[in-house]
């Protein structure tokens, strides 16, 4: 590269930016509310830290539920124009099974956690998001934004899918008397 080349590439910033939204609301009202945020409070705060910039377009990058928010982000015709890539974390693409076993026992709180903070926000998120099955039930019903997250019918935990699909829900239930009765899904269509 020639010195001007290097001199164009030396103004060259890349601000990173978080933006949050609400899990309990649907994904498409969260990618709206973060299409706005882009649009005016990043828009304003790239501007005023790079005025002689020329901004060019937005990269995002997600993690898990933030994935589906980015999914629906890059339809929003706000800011679909304005998005040159987006690199995804360990999106739930097919949803995420593990909602199914939240809502037979409740949020356990992150058990990966370690050290004092990760400790105790482990042990408080537990209460926040229902650390039983009927408490976490109740949230969790009235959450569009949680119930987008359950396994679509392209889901499967098989290898060779889909040449062949399994079944792979269980869904066990206690009688009042203490049995548990088993019933297989039928099809791998959750």
């Known amino acids: 590269l020639g010195l001007e080349k290097h001199e164009q590439l030396a103004d060259y910033a890349f601000p990173v930016f978080?933006?949050?939204?609400?899990?309990?609301?649907?994904?498409?009202?969260?990618?709206?509310?973060?299409?706005?945020?882009?649009?005016?409070?990043?828009?304003?705060?790239v501007k005023k830290e790079f005025p002689s910039a020329k901004f060019k377009k937005f990269i995002i990058v997600s993690?898990?539920?933030g994935g589906l928010v980015?999914?629906?982000?890059i339809q929003n015709e706000k800011v679909k124009d304005k998005i040159a890539g987006v690199v995804h974390g360990a999106m739930p693409a097919s949803g995420a099974p593990a909602?199914?076993?939240?809502?037979?026992?409740?949020?356990?709180?992150w058990k990966a956690s370690t050290g004092l903070f990760k400790s105790a926000?482990?042990?408080?998120?537990?209460?926040?998001?229902?650390?039983?099955?009927?408490?976490?039930?109740?949230?969790l019903a009235n959450a569009p934004g949680g119930l987008e997250l359950l396994p679509f019918s392209n889901y499967s935990n098989t290898v060779d899918?889909?040449?062949?699909?399994?079944?792979?829900?269980?869904?066990?239930?206690k009688t009042p008397s203490g049995e548990i009765n088993t019933k297989k899904?039928?099809?791998n269509d959750p």
Not at 18 to 45: F, H, I, P
Not at 70 to 73: C, I, S
Not at 128 to 139: D, H, I, Q, V
Not at 161 to 173: E, G, T
């Open 121 to 139: 926000a482990a042990w408080a998120t537990k209460f926040m998001f229902g650390n039983t099955s009927e408490r976490l039930t109740a949230t």
């Open 18 to 45: 978080a933006c949050g939204y609400n899990w309990l609301q649907t994904n498409m009202k969260s990618a709206d509310q973060v299409a706005d945020r882009l649009n005016n409070e990043v828009m304003a705060q």
């Open 99 to 109: 909602v199914y076993q939240r809502l037979t026992v409740g949020w356990d709180g």
């Open 161 to 173: 899918f889909p040449k062949n699909p399994k079944a792979w829900l269980d869904i066990k239930a």
């Open 185 to 187: 899904q039928k099809s």
């Open 63 to 65: 993690h898990s539920m």
């Open 70 to 73: 980015t999914r629906a982000l």
